[in-house]
């Protein structure tokens, strides 16, 4: 069963770049015809996608965001990554990792259990 | 403001029928699949309805999907307490290149 996990610091001061990694288990992050990405969601608020990846590097940004946002992966760990910079306290949400149902224009099957990013000094 | 436009809530007795609307445009429902997700407090999104109408394994036939140009509709029949969650809507929008959400439908098992 394929698992997802993000991680990374749970505090972020503003102006300063989120990191955060996605971690995953049960199947290959290399595997032909998906793409991974990330979602957040603001405290009480909706869904909104940042960005996905391919295991190739092929990326589709968020054009909201695409000024800030780096989304990387690392296949030999099995990982892939975002860094968003220059974040102010309306970046605060909780971020998910999740694997596409298969190219980027299709849904996200799996998610991350999600991991809560609060920007404060 | 969403791209997507939901029904802020909606509510239901057990057993009864609802239905939870989504209106898009051309570039995003009218030419894509739409998706529904369920999200239970406190956790991810799971997936409910994928390419318009398709149940993921393990889900309920309570649970259905529909569209119609450039909207579409979640329907949840025999409501159970359990149904009590916010549903999202979301597809690929081709102007801008990338994904689109409804702004949720809470609903509340009365």
Known sequence: ?121 | QSVLTQPPSASGTPGQRVTISCSGSSSNIGSNYLYWYQQLPGTAPKLLIYRNNQRPSGVPDRFSGSKSGTSASLAISGLRSEDEADYYCAAWDDSLSGWVFGGGTKLTVL
């Open chain 1, 1 to 121: 069963q394929l698992q997802l996990q993000e991680s990374g610091p749970g505090l972020v001061k503003p102006s300063e770049t989120l990191s955060l990694t996605c971690t995953v288990s049960g199947g290959s992050i290399s595997s032909s015809s998906y793409y991974w990405g990330w979602i957040r969601q603001p405290p009480g608020k909706g869904l909104e996608w940042i960005g996905s990846i391919y295991y190739s590097g092929n990326t589709y940004y968020n054009p909201s965001l695409k000024s800030r946002v780096t989304i990387s992966v690392d296949t030999s760990k099995n990982q892939f990554s975002l860094k968003l910079s220059s974040v102010t306290a309306a970046d605060t949400a909780v971020y998910y990792c999740g694997r596409h149902l298969g190219t980027v224009t299709t849904c996200f099957e799996y998610w991350g259990q999600g991991t809560l990013v609060t920007v404060s000094s």
